[in-house]
């Protein structure tokens, strides 16, 4: 019912509605209404009751990361239908992992916190309470598992191409790293849960720095927010931005197998392609030219012997000659 209140005020936006208005739509007592009412203001709603006018929204909530607030208009088919919202939580690929096989595909696990965040090869993200985007999200493509890889490009390409649309000009660290000015502000941690010729259920994880400004010495010459680059974009836009441009990527792959849009943004918005870089395993470094991204997603690269090679996301790691990218 708290839900149904929510959809109400968010469609009048700044228009009055009565509480007996509200209590002949939704069924339910005056004194129902004037409870549920009390209970939003606590969760963050800026709700207004004026004599004889009746409730009204006083701001959009455009900070809330709830279920309604998100899908409000978000008019997606599978991607956001079902969102699960925690105030904190250890990792959401975790309890991602934990619920996959039990909650419908497009499923989205979102924290305000995250304690025990991680990116690729283990390595942790630092998620604080309300400062940025950790999510993830449930997927079941009918496929086989080795073309599972190719999620990551479109996760990239979807991230890179909302925020772009929002103003924000990013570019692709291949294949999972979103840049802004040289430095990362958001990632991407997909993991497959798969049998030979079977994808039970991938989980895709994207971490997003919205609002932090201070990082901690280790990661400061790397990382980077959407305030500290100085864009106040509100979080519930990104991730309906983020959602919907996703959906459509994805929807392409998985249906007809078509990998054309998701490419040319990969190479639109490519923070190395053309560029000399560090290709990075374990204790070897060799400086290579990239070249392009082929049809399979993976990168072409050319060495100081001037061989071509194609390197496949997840062999290597990579570091700009002079800093991050």
């Known amino acids: ?22 209590s002949k739509g939704l069924g339910i007592s ?34 809330l990361l709830t279920y309604q607030n998100i899908s409000h208009k978000l ?31 497009g499923t989205v696990i979102i924290s305000e ?18 400062d940025g985007i950790w999510m993830s999200i449930i997927l079941k493509p009918d496929m086989i598992p080795q073309k599972a890889t190719f999620i990551t490009s479109i ?31 958001a ?13 039970n259920y991938i989980v895709l994880g994207i971490g997003i720095n919205v609002k932090t400004m201070e990082f901690s010495q280790e990661i400061s010459e790397i990382a980077t927010s959407l305030y500290k680059e100085g864009h106040k974009i509100s979080r519930v836009d990104v991730i309906r931005k983020i959602l919907k441009e996703f959906e459509i990527l994805y929807l392409q792959y998985i ?38 991204i082929n049809q399979e997603g993976n990168l072409i690269v050319r060495t100081k012997n001037n061989i071509k090679r194609e390197i496949i996301s997840g062999e290597v790691s990579i570091r700009g000659i002079k800093g991050y990218v």
Not at 3 to 9: H, L, N, P, R, T
Not at 113 to 130: I, L, M, N
Not at 167 to 185: C, E, F, L
Not at 258 to 264: A, I, R, W, Y
């Open 187 to 199: 990632g991407i941690l997909t993991e497959l849960s798969a049998e030979i010729e079977k994808i």
């Open 155 to 185: 996760a990239g390409a979807s991230i890179a191409k909302a925020l772009n649309d929002l103003g924000v000009k990013t570019t692709i660290k291949w294949p999972n790293d979103i840049i802004i000015n040289n430095k990362k502000v």
């Open 255 to 292: 249906n007809k197998d078509s990998k054309g849009e998701t490419l040319d943004i990969c190479r639109q918005y490519s923070a190395i392609i053309e560029k000399d870089v560090y290709l990075i395993k374990g204790e070897e470094k060799e400086l290579v030219r990239c070249l392009d």
């Open 75 to 105: 008019n997606t088919k599978i991607i956001g239908n079902n969102i699960i919202h925690f105030e904190t939580i250890d990792s959401t690929n975790n309890y991602a992992k934990k619920v996959a096989l039990q909650k419908p595909e």
């Open 30 to 63: 005056r004194t129902a209404i004037c409870k549920y009412m009390k209970t939003l203001k606590e969760k963050g709603y800026n709700i207004e009751y004026v004599n004889r006018k009746g409730y009204r929204l006083i701001e959009d909530p455009k900070d």
């Open 113 to 130: 916190e995250q304690t025990k965040g991680k990116g690729r090869v283990g390595r942790q993200w630092h998620s604080k309470s309300k």
């Open 1 to 22: 019912m708290r839900g149904k209140i929510i959809e109400v005020i968010l469609d009048i936006k700044n228009d009055f509605i009565s509480g007996e208005e509200l």
